[in-house]
């Protein structure tokens, strides 16, 4: 059985799309891993697959690149949703997904806003092991004595996030290898996803993701939305800010009326292929 599949991509943060509305993909473990390796697969961060939805104009379910499936991904979410307002000449959209129900509008230039819903902030909402103001949590990467950094936010945007803040971007091997030790800290039952936050004004910040079961990835949608939410609730940045993430920028907007977060982005068709299963 083979399969067409669209390659996209959104700030950077890739993906294979596949069409399911019609003949169900359930791929294996094993087969999600083969796909999303880079040296032998078509190479993505994650793969998602479009299905029916009841209650939306479809379902998202996303796989992470090690196989393990995830509640929601915010930069696929804008592709998606570009890929349903152009098969349908609709200019906005609603998806499902298993954090929750979505929607993607058309924005200028191009670009797509997706609605994220409110973000989460209690602390068995995350979820965190034990209770904690999720303002800053008790949490620490280095000596006891000394810290490299300490008393990170955290923040569910359907999917769990940790936000630390420093006065520079970190490099590579400091991402991979924090990033890494944290994403399976006994806090955080169901893993985590980490964020380094470096402000660079009230309404601009810098912001690089270790992506639970993803590793370093050029963009995280749902990590860009944790970051200016932690960001404003420690006084950081205000409820607007734009994100420049490794893959590009991206606009967040964490609207006070509706306590909803706004993403707006790119999206990129970089080609078109078929799997082979």
Not at 55 to 66: E, G, L, P, S, Y
Not at 136 to 156: C, K, M, R
Not at 195 to 223: M, N, Q, Y
Not at 247 to 254: A, H, K, P, Q
Request: include cysteine.
């Amino acid at each position: 059985m083979t399969r067409p599949f669209l390659k996209m991509n959104g700030a950077g943060n890739d993906f294979v799309v596949v069409n399911a509305l019609e003949t169900p993909f359930q791929p294996t473990v094993d087969q999600v891993r083969a796909i999303a390796d880079r040296q032998t697969g078509e190479g993505c961060d994650q793969l998602i697959a479009i299905e029916p939805s009841e209650q939306a104009d479809a379902f998202m379910r996303v796989w992470n690149a090690d196989g393990g499936m995830v509640e929601t991904c915010g930069n696929a979410l804008r592709c998606v949703g570009w890929v349903l307002m152009e098969s349908t000449g609709k200019t906005e959209v609603r998806i499902d997904t298993l954090g929750g129900l979505t929607t993607a509008r058309r924005a200028a230039d191009g670009q797509v806003t997706v609605d994220m819903g409110a973000p989460r902030l209690d602390w068995t909402q995350i979820p965190l092991e034990e209770e904690m103001d999720t303002r800053g949590i008790e949490l620490q990467i280095g000596p006891i004595d000394d810290p490299v950094l300490h008393t990170p936010g955290a923040v569910s945007m359907g999917n769990p996030h940790v936000v630390f803040f420093m006065d520079h971007a970190p490099n590579d091997g400091f991402v991979r290898g924090s990033g890494s030790l944290i994403e399976h800290h006994p806090l955080f039952p169901e893993g985590v996803n980490v964020g380094f936050v470096h402000a660079i004004s009230p309404d601009h910040i810098r912001l690089r993701v270790w992506e639970r079961g993803a590793g370093l990835t050029k963009a995280c949608g749902t990590g860009a939305c944790a970051a200016l939410v932690a960001s404003a609730r420690r006084g950081v940045t205000g409820r607007h800010a734009t994100v420049d993430v490794d893959g590009g920028r991206l606009v967040i907007d964490w609207d006070e009326a509706s306590d909803h977060v706004f993403m707006t982005g790119p999206v990129e068709v970089e080609r078109t292929g078929v799997l082979s299963f």
